[in-house]
C-alpha cells in the first residue's frame, strides 16, 4: 500500500499527460464507488444493572453484546449510535467506501496541485524564461 509521500513522490515523475488520465481514472472510480458513510465501527460487550444476571458472576462473568456501534463526526458534529447485527456488513461496505473516497480525492488533490506546476513549467519553457 502507496503512502500520501510516496503518491506524491510518483506523482511529482509523471508529466502532463500521465497526469490527466490518472485524474479522469480517478473520476471514474468515483462514480462507481456506491453508498458511503463516514466513520468506524466498533464491538462493545456490557454489564446490566441485574444483581443475579450471568454477566455479574464473580467467577465466570459472561458480558452481553456483542454490540456494534458507528462513531463518526459530520460538520463539526460527533455522533455515536448502535447499528443491529443484520446492518453490519452493509455499513462496513459504506464506511470502506467513504474511506476509499477520501482517498481518491486527497490523490486527485494531488494531481491538480502537480498538473497546475507543470503547466507553469511548460508556459515557462514555452515563453523562454
Known amino acids: 500500500m502507496l503512502t500520501e509521500s510516496d503518491s506524491f513522490i510518483m ?6 499527460t500521465e497526469i490527466e488520465r490518472r485524474i479522469e481514472a480517478i473520476q471514474h472510480r468515483l462514480t462507481h464507488l456506491g453508498p458511503m458513510h463516514p466513520g468506524s465501527l466498533g464491538e462493545q460487550y456490557n ?5 443475579a444476571c ?3 458472576d464473580p467467577k465466570k462473568p459472561q458480558k452481553h453484546g456483542p454490540y456494534y456501534q458507528l ?3 459530520w460538520r463539526g458534529k460527533s455522533t455515536t449510535r448502535f ?8 455499513m462496513q461496505r459504506k464506511v470502506a467506501n467513504y474511506k476509499r473516497f477520501r482517498e481518491l480525492v486527497n490523490e486527485w488533490v494531488d494531481l491538480e496541485v502537480e498538473r497546475e506546476q507543470a503547466e507553469r513549467a511548460e508556459e515557462k519553457h514555452a515563453g523562454g524564461n
Open 83 to 90: 447499528v443491529r447485527p443484520e446492518q453490519i456488513e452493509g
Open 47 to 51: 454489564v446490566c444493572g441485574k444483581a
Open 54 to 56: 450471568r454477566c455479574k
Open 11 to 16: 506523482i511529482s515523475d509523471m508529466n502532463l
Open 71 to 73: 462513531s463518526y463526526t
